[in-house]
């Protein structure tokens, strides 16, 4: 009698071993699907993502690029990036593009998720798209300057980063050179706030949003909810702002800060994207098209 309740007891723990053994098992699985579903070295920062630097040469490299591969220009741009960590890494070297770049091309695409590479594919071919013309006419080609100025420091207001691109007037007169709007679009925001002075926000059909802020004073006719085309005038540069009072002029030196905002799945903050890789490509191409 006494060895069979031994028995059964023993029978009763085995049992017990085997169903938390499968659980375990399970639970481990689990991870490892989860773990391969993220492992595609899609796990960029989005800081790094908004942070995106490549200058027009580069960009007209890896468009060449996709013409003599036939491959979609937006998607080789989009993987490359993807691969370079969007080019935050100094000194990106895209002469080995063709020998280390395309000839590997079909196995680094395969290596990510192409549901999970969509939402970066779409950002940067929006952008690029929808910007027809740099903000100043050519015209004055010799009358502004601008760098990448991208996450510099800036602290009025608080201590925060630069989150936009300066163009500045080279003699630093206020008024003088017009502002055009790069996209169509509609716009959503004008009038004066505290950081950007007499500023316009105009939203594109993609839903990204394009801010000129530290005019001088707006276009005749600029109001919100006015449809506006690329190469619209719809203001002239000035250095309005840093100020609650209206109409604060000469805190700083005459420039455009040019903010792009971008409507993306990737995060539901705010993501104000570098301009300057955009600006310096459609500023190239229309010099080239000239
Ligand atoms: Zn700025």
Known sequence: MKRSVYYKKY??????????????????????????FNNNNLDIPLNNVAAFKLSSDNVIKIEEMSKKYNI????????YAIENNFFNEKNLDIS?????????????????????????????????EEIE????????????????SYGAERTYGGKRIHMG?????????????PIISMTNGVVENIGWN??????????????????????????EGMKKGKEI????????????GYSKIEGTKGNFEVHLHLGIEVETTLTKDELWINPYPFLSLIENRQKNSK
């Open 165 to 177: 691109t300066d163009i500045m007037d080279k003699e630093n007169i206020s008024g003088r050179i």
């Open 72 to 79: 979609d220009f937006y998607e080789l741009l989009t993987y």
């Open 194 to 219: 505290e950081k950007g002075g007499y500023r316009v926000g105009i939203k594109s059909k993609s839903g990204n949003y394009y801010y000129y802020a530290h005019l001088d004073r707006f276009e």
């Open 229 to 240: 085309l690329a190469g619209d005038i719809i203001g002239y540069m000035g250095n309005t």
């Open 133 to 148: 013309v740099f903000p100043i006419s050519l015209d004055y080609s010799n009358n502004y300057i601008y760098g990448d």
């Open 96 to 128: 080995n593009i063709e020998q280390e770049f395309i000839i590997n091309y079909d196995n680094i695409k395969s290596k990510y998720n192409k549901k999970r590479v969509e939402p970066y594919y779409n950002l940067i071919k929006n952008i690029i």
């Open 11 to 36: 029978k009763k723990d085995y049992k017990m071993l085997k169903y938390i053994l499968f659980i375990v098992c399970v639970i481990l699985i689990l991870l490892f699907i989860v773990k391969s």
